[in-house]
């Protein structure tokens, strides 16, 4: 925890075990931080709450599960009481990169989560910048990422869409000035000025993505004029990525 007037860090209560990529929100009616996911080699699925008052963690007995997931996006719904949360991924037991591609809302006076189903969805599914519009009482997702470049290569995304609870959809916003693509960086909504505000993240200028984008482009060259054995993981994650990118051409020419 940190205290501005004091300039202080504290330690507090650990969670018993580390999680990167996993995400919290403070739930104001249950006067706790609800965390959700994450992943510390393993993938993990389970709903977990902090009590700030007495400094404990807690398990959430659910009546069911969003399902093992890290880089989800995950924001309190103020309007209407619920922690809201999109996308994702995770590794199955061989390997293979799963994208996790649904919403998701999480009630914690009945300790429920309910797969929500719009008809449609953003092109991003993990690593996005997000916040909770209270204005607009709307699910802003930023940038993200839909597959990995290579293993370890994420491509960063540069689209603006907004999720609707009531009305149970997600728009596309046709934004003007968008930052550049990217993903993996800091946003924060300031109810007293009404803006989200964004920070930072991965791609995060023009000349770095480009730069990052050509690096790529001579790694993946070099690789194929100098081939070396890589580990079974490695390669189960080239061959997806190579799949959906040979899926998306496909799309795309059949549009």
Do not use: C
Request: proline content about 4%; overall charge neutral.
């Amino acid at each position: 925890a940190f205290d501005y007037v004091t300039k202080n860090w504290t330690e507090l209560s650990s969670l018993g075990n580390s999680y990167s990529n996993a995400n919290i929100v403070f739930d104001p009616i249950l006067k706790k931080v609800i965390h959700f996911g994450g992943t510390n080699m393993f993938f993990n699925g389970l709903t977990r709450s902090y009590d700030v008052s007495n400094n404990t963690w807690d398990v959430i007995t659910t009546n069911t599960s969003p399902g093992q997931r890290a880089g989800h996006a995950m924001v309190y719904d103020s309007e209407n009481h619920i922690t809201l949360m999109y996308g994702g991924y995770y590794l199955d037991g061989v390997g293979n990169l799963i994208h996790r591609d649904d919403t998701w809302a999480f009630n914690s006076q009945t300790n429920n989560w309910t797969k929500l189903n719009p008809s449609n969805k953003p092109d991003v599914y993990y690593h996005t910048n997000h916040v909770y519009d209270q204005k607009h009482n709307k699910f802003i997702l930023f940038g993200g990422t839909d597959e990995y470049g290579g293993v370890a290569y994420p491509e960063a995304k540069g689209e603006t869409w907004a999720y609707d609870f009531t009305l149970n959809t997600w728009t596309k916003l046709n934004s003007t000035n968008e930052p550049s693509p990217r993903w993996g960086g800091a946003m924060y909504y300031d109810p007293i000025l009404e803006k989200s505000f964004l920070f930072g993240g991965r791609f995060n200028n023009t000349n770095f993505y480009e730069t990052a984008k050509r690096k790529e482009a001579e790694r993946r060259l070099n690789e194929k004029q100098n081939p070396k054995e890589k580990p079974l993981w490695a390669q189960r994650l080239e061959e997806k990525y190579e799949k959906n990118r040979l899926a998306k051409e496909a799309r795309e020419k059949n549009i």
